[in-house]
């Protein structure tokens, strides 16, 4: 794969630069000082919107086929390694461990990864980053499971979640966040409780209920997204954001944009990042 193909587009000076290494070196510092934790996410979507469509072969939806790529893949681990911690869904760790799901946990062990694991370890982190799971309960079939991933692991929920598990999920290594009132975890305890645990950098590769989540709350720093230049249509589809009209909505800024030509058939795609005001 050829990685010196990409177009920066924004901020001036163009230029062209190399894809990989390109989110190592991006700035993720909290505006605010203090122990606040720097939070991101980051997407693919297609022109009209779609960041996933139904996929009959797995009884779900998931990131389609025709924009899903091996260099918006390699950013995705890029920002992995750049985080303490990540958060994920209770429903995706159970589909990965029943197999339902073909993703995996980043960082990959894939060679084409390795220079990611090293970059970690030169700078004294840990091997893996953290698992931040959103739970509605304190699942300890997932906990024991989620004992093998070989990475510190945090159950995150609300404070109305009945905790008569709590023993047993903590037996397996877990720890639990109390991070919301009632049923749900909001976004502001959550980020206040991973920031009291000293993780500092914490990346959401959960879907368009949990960015709401973190908008809502006025927690989420920067969104990083593939916009790949391609119409997909479909009656079925999930978009970028799900849930109550935001008020007020967030807005945002541009922080950098690329374009990269260099994917398989005609179509391109941009990486597009913006911080939040």
């Known amino acids: 794969m050829n ?6 587009l924004y901020p001036a000076p163009h230029c062209e630069c190399r894809l990989e290494g390109l989110y190592l070196d991006d700035a993720m510092e909290h505006p605010d000082s203090g122990d606040k934790p720097f939070v991101y996410t980051n997407f693919v979507s297609s022109l009209d919107g779609r ?3 139904e996929n009959p072969r797995l009884g779900r939806r998931s990131a389609p086929p025709a924009i899903t790529n091996a260099r918006d893949w ?3 681990q890029e920002l992995a390694a750049r985080a303490d911690a990540m958060i994920v869904s209770a429903a995706f760790l159970r589909g990965l461990a029943a197999g339902r799901t073909q993703e995996k946990l980043p960082l990959g062990s ?5 220079d990611l694991h090293a970059w970690r370890r030169e700078r004294g982190l840990p091997p893996q ?5 959103l739970s509605r ?10 004992a093998d991933l070989e990475r510190p692991v945090y159950f995150a929920i609300g404070d109305g979640v009945a905790q008569d598990d709590s023993a047993a999920v903590e037996a397996t290594g877990a720890r639990i966040l109390i991070a919301g009132a009632g049923q749900r975890v909001e976004g502001r305890p959550l980020i206040d409780a991973l920031g009291q645990e000293g993780l500092q950098r914490v990346y959401s590769i959960a879907g368009p209920r949990v960015l709401h989540m973190l908008l809502k709350d006025a927690v989420l720093d920067r969104l990083y997204l593939t916009h790949f230049q391609r119409l997909l249509g479909g009656k079925h589809f999930d978009t970028l954001l799900e849930g109550e009209t935001l008020d007020p909505p967030a807005s945002f800024v541009p922080h ?3 374009y990269d030509p ?3 058939g005609p179509a391109g795609q941009f990486f597009a990042s913006y911080d939040i005001r």
């Open 3 to 8: 990685y010196s193909e990409l177009l920066k």
């Open 51 to 53: 960041i996933a469509v």
């Open 74 to 76: 390699r950013l995705f």
């Open 110 to 114: 894939d060679p084409a990864f390795k």
């Open 129 to 133: 980053p953290a698992v931040v799971i």
């Open 137 to 146: 309960s304190l699942d300890v079939p997932l906990a024991e499971r989620c």
């Open 256 to 258: 950098a944009l690329y």
């Open 262 to 264: 260099n994917t398989e």
